[in-house]
Nanobody, 127 residues
Framework: QVQLVESGGGLVQAGDSLRLSCVVSGRTFSGYAMGWFRQAPGKERDFVAAISWSGGHMYYSDSVKGRFAISRDNAMNTVYLQMSGLKPEDTAVYFC????????????????????WGQGTQVTVSS
């Protein structure tokens, strides 16, 4: 049974930075791509960023490109999301997720391609 636990959310002002962490336990971490998604109240869960199993490829949604950075530490079984230049529209619950495919050749942005999810961490950006 794999477990994903996010942390690092909070209440910040527009323009501030936050770093989210997601620790994965229970199963292999290093061979799986990882993704971050977010869900605002009343909206669907949207893709934010993903990183390949090797860490060599990253992919971002247009809304966060240039402001957010995803990284991973395979020795620590942890994936990070560094968020800077935060905007009120970034307010959401942020979820990390593990790809369902081992050593997938490409990075995917579709939530159905992720099999395991954390409980989420709230990020609130005030104007």
């Amino acid at each position: 049974q794999v477990q994903l636990v996010e942390s690092g959310g909070g209440l910040v002002q527009a323009g501030d930075s936050l770093r989210l962490s997601c620790v994965v336990s229970g199963r292999t971490f290093s061979g799986y791509a990882m993704g971050w998604f977010r869900q605002a109240p009343g909206k669907e869960r949207d893709f934010v960023a993903a990183i390949s199993w090797s860490g060599g490829h990253m992919y971002y949604s247009d809304s966060v490109k240039g402001r957010f950075a995803i990284s991973r530490d395979n020795a620590m079984n942890t994936v990070y999301l560094q968020m800077s230049g935060l905007k009120p529209e970034d307010t959401a619950v942020y979820f990390c997720a593990r790809d369902r495919s081992y050593r997938r050749a490409v990075v995917v942005a579709t939530s159905t391609q992720y099999a395991d999810w954390g409980q989420g961490t709230q990020v609130t950006v005030s104007s």
